[in-house]
């Protein structure tokens, strides 16, 4: 049972390329999120997902697109990276509206 | 949406002491949680607490919903604690939006 996962743990971008961040998870969640931690801050919600095939945005979704296509995966887009999306991206999962696991956080710099 | 506070801001203690932890909320909630973030930016759960009091070892947390906060206590603090404590809240408007505080930062000094 691998919990929650993300890929990859790090990655180096310039500005204006596009990437996809990978949660995967393996409890059978209704829920899952995606979340930004900025040097000093708390986690602010990019954008979540309240069932396969669902996405609703957060406090922060500017540039960012997401899917739900599988229930165990939710996927993060960044089309045109700015170097204002430097930041650790975490991704978290829930039963409905229940406690939340979270996984490792992936590091992306935009150069 | 909903605001989210906690205090201090950042706290400083001697290996063995005890400490206590504020997070308040500004709107009714769903679910509250206390994490704690290593650091090497790991994420643990602490506690799930939407209401009530819940002990675990050394930490403790209660919530009192009607009253929109709650605390984490610490006792015997040692220097594994250090690290960014955060609470989060799921609140009752918008099915699954979460919001974080922006955490207490607990440096445990031996």
């Known amino acids: 049972n691998a919990g929650v996962t993300q890929t990859p743990k790090f990655r180096v971008l310039k500005t204006g390329q596009s990437m996809t961040l990978l949660c995967a998870q393996d409890m059978n969640h209704e829920y899952m999120y995606w979340y930004r931690q900025d040097p000093g801050m708390g986690l602010r919600l990019i954008h979540y997902s309240v069932g396969e095939g669902t996405t609703a945005k957060g406090e922060v979704p500017d540039g960012y697109n997401v899917s739900r296509l599988k229930k165990q995966n939710f996927l993060l887009g960044l089309e045109s990276a700015a170097p204002s999306q430097t930041s650790v991206y975490f991704c978290?999962?829930?039963?409905?509206?229940?406690?939340?696991?979270f996984g490792p956080g992936t590091r992306l710099t935009v150069t | 949406g909903i605001q989210v506070e906690q205090s201090p801001p950042d706290l400083i203690l001697q290996e063995g002491a005890n400490s206590t932890l504020r997070c308040n909320f500004s709107?009714?909630?769903?679910?509250l949680q206390w994490f704690h973030q290593n650091p090497w930016g790991q994420l643990i759960n602490l506690f799930y607490i939407p209401s009530g009091t819940k002990q675990n070892g050394r930490l403790s947390a209660t919530t009192v919903a009607t009253e929109r906060y709650s605390l984490l206590y610490i006792s015997s603090s040692q220097t594994t604690d250090s690290g960014v404590y955060f609470c989060?809240?799921?609140?009752?408007?918008?099915?699954?939006?979460?919001?974080f505080g922006d955490g207490t930062t607990l440096t445990v000094k031996p």
């Open positions: 709107d009714s909630v769903n679910n």
């Open positions: 989060a809240v799921i609140y009752n408007t918008n099915a699954g939006k979460s919001t």
């Open positions: 978290a999962s829930s039963r409905t509206r229940g406690e939340q696991y």
